[in-house]
């Protein structure tokens, strides 16, 4: 290949928003607004610390939402704890502490099994805490980690479509409420992902980590095809994730540009995500400072305010929190 051949491929992956090298700019007027809005945390975990310290991260980062998952491994605080120290600012979800039950208990096939004792459990009670909104939904659910796991041990594959899985969105479509999956991005997943949002067109499908791995075109034909389609940003930044291949920005460079595209293609279809846990659950505040640095601030203003907070506050059903 010439040297002239070389130029015009490169410049051509440049141009397509192939790395953080296509020089995305911050614009502006949301410089300064990217510092002080408020953020809605619809990954954020209940783990290890304590109410008080959930509490006091969540407002030196200015968080003033945060939920959407359930606690991270066997342990972590009670759900209840939560709502009593933060009251409308906690959003609990269903679902991820019995996933995590069921798996450790019976393996991935129990996942599968609506007459596993866990789900057997939940299902008893989530129609009344979904229509009290004690609950707002279910996740975080791990259909398919098999190649973005935490450890070894929790990784897993379990067809999509599931008896499981059916009934949770039986319930979501009910009450018009969120399912949030954590899943890859093949095509066998796609498929059963695009008959779900067809099928249940009021329950809201959240994607954890913006689908790990995903190409943009297959994900922009997702959201433009499903409006019943959200993703969420977390680990999509260099703090929690040192695979460059999945990143969407970083602080020195900001956002790749087709990202970037994206993102200001479907603004009202992006919120953020912290998903700190064991052992990077003191980086918290380095998970927000990114977004506050190395994202927010490329977006024009509406978009900023929108994936910000108030995607998921629509999407969620959040109230303004009282202090």
């Known amino acids: 290949m010439s040297t002239k051949q070389?130029?015009?491929?490169?410049?051509?992956?440049?141009?397509?928003?192939?790395?953080?090298?296509?020089?995305?700019?911050?614009?502006?007027?949301?410089?300064?607004?990217?510092?002080?809005?408020?953020?809605?945390?619809?990954?954020?975990?209940?783990?290890?610390?304590?109410?008080s310290e959930h509490r006091a991260q969540m407002d030196r980062n200015r968080v003033s939402w945060g939920?959407?998952?359930?606690?991270?491994?066997?342990?972590?605080?009670?759900?209840?704890?939560?709502?009593?120290?933060?009251?409308?600012?906690y959003f609990f979800t269903l679902g991820q502490d019995e996933f995590t039950r069921v798996f450790y208990s019976t393996g991935a096939e129990g996942l599968v099994d609506p007459a596993s004792v866990a789900f057997v459990e939940m299902f008893?009670?989530?129609?009344?805490?979904?229509?009290?909104?004690?609950?707002?939904?279910?996740?975080?659910?791990?259909?398919?980690?098999?190649?973005?796991?935490?450890?070894y041990q929790f990784a897993r594959r379990?067809?999509?479509d599931n008896p499981v899985l059916t009934q949770m969105y039986a319930l979501c479509e009910?009450?018009?409420?969120?399912?949030?999956?954590?899943?890859?991005?093949?095509?066998?997943?796609?498929?059963?992902?695009?008959?779900?949002?067809r099928a249940f067109p009021n329950a809201k499908t959240v994607l954890s980590h913006a689908l790990p791995y995903s190409k943009q075109p297959p994900l922009r034909s997702l959201l433009a095809q499903h409006p019943?389609?959200?993703?969420?940003?977390?680990?999509?930044?260099?703090?929690?994730?040192?695979?460059?291949?999945?990143?969407?920005?970083?602080?020195?460079?900001?956002?790749k540009g087709y990202w970037l595209s994206t993102i200001e293609q479907f603004p009202d279809r992006f919120m953020l995500g912290s998903d700190t846990h064991a052992p990077d659950e003191y980086r918290y505040d380095d998970v927000m400072q990114e977004f506050r640095t190395a994202l927010l601030p490329y977006l024009k203003p509406t978009t900023l305010k929108m994936v910000a907070h108030e995607n998921a506050l629509r999407v969620y059903g959040l109230e303004a929190p009282t202090r």
């Not at 953020?39 to 109410?51: G, K, N, P, Q, R």
């Not at 959407?68 to 933060?86: I, N």
């Open 124 to 151: 008893s009670a989530a129609d009344q805490l979904l229509e009290r909104r004690l609950a707002y939904g279910f996740g975080e659910l791990h259909v398919d980690n098999s190649k973005s796991f935490s450890t």
């Open 174 to 197: 009910r009450h018009r409420c969120v399912i949030q999956i954590h899943m890859q991005a093949d095509d066998e997943n796609l498929a059963a992902l695009s008959r779900y949002l």
């Open 67 to 89: 939920g959407g998952v359930g606690k991270a491994g066997t342990h972590g605080r009670s759900h209840d704890e939560l709502r009593e120290a933060l009251g409308s600012r």
């Open 158 to 160: 379990i067809p999509f």
């Open 228 to 255: 019943n389609l959200f993703l969420e940003l977390s680990r999509k930044g260099a703090v929690l994730n040192e695979k460059e291949a999945a990143q969407a920005f970083d602080a020195v460079r900001g956002p």
């Open 6 to 51: 070389s130029l015009i491929l490169w410049l051509t992956f440049m141009l397509m928003g192939g790395s953080f090298a296509s020089a995305a700019e911050r614009v502006s007027e949301s410089i300064e607004l990217a510092q002080t809005i408020p953020i809605a945390d619809v990954h954020m975990h209940v783990v290890d610390l304590s109410a």
